[in-house]
């Protein structure tokens, strides 16, 4: 059985938003075709401090894809809560993901896409 939830690395090789999108946009369309339910993404925060432009870029874009249909839902990691609508449904559609070591952790380096 493939994997239901899928870890990406969007941060590594420090890429540009655009490239970023990009690998995004690709993930999401493998996810489409495969039985991958879950996608975590790792963007990371940005080294200011303050938020980082990645992260902003990939989150900008997901709203797109959410208007677009390509993706159900998704939610940044300091709102990955079970007390949040948005997590408690997509942890309905993928229970695993309720060991998930980032769930509850207000971790803003991350974002959880149900595709």
Not at 46 to 73: H, N, P, T, Y
């Amino acid at each position: 059985m493939a994997a239901r939830i899928r870890i990406v690395q969007l941060e590594a090789g420090m890429p540009s938003a655009e490239d970023a999108r990009s690998r995004l946009n690709a993930e999401i369309n493998k996810a489409r075709n495969s039985d991958t339910v879950v996608l975590k993404l790792i963007h990371g925060y940005g080294s200011s401090g303050v938020g980082g432009r990645l992260r902003d870029a990939i989150r900008s874009s997901l709203r797109k894809r959410r208007k677009e249909g390509k993706i159900r839902s998704f939610v940044g990691g300091e709102n990955w809560s079970i007390f949040e609508d948005v997590t408690r449904q997509i942890l309905d559609e993928c229970a695993e993901l309720s060991k998930d070591k980032d769930l509850n952790g207000y971790n803003e380096g991350i974002t959880i896409v149900l595709i």
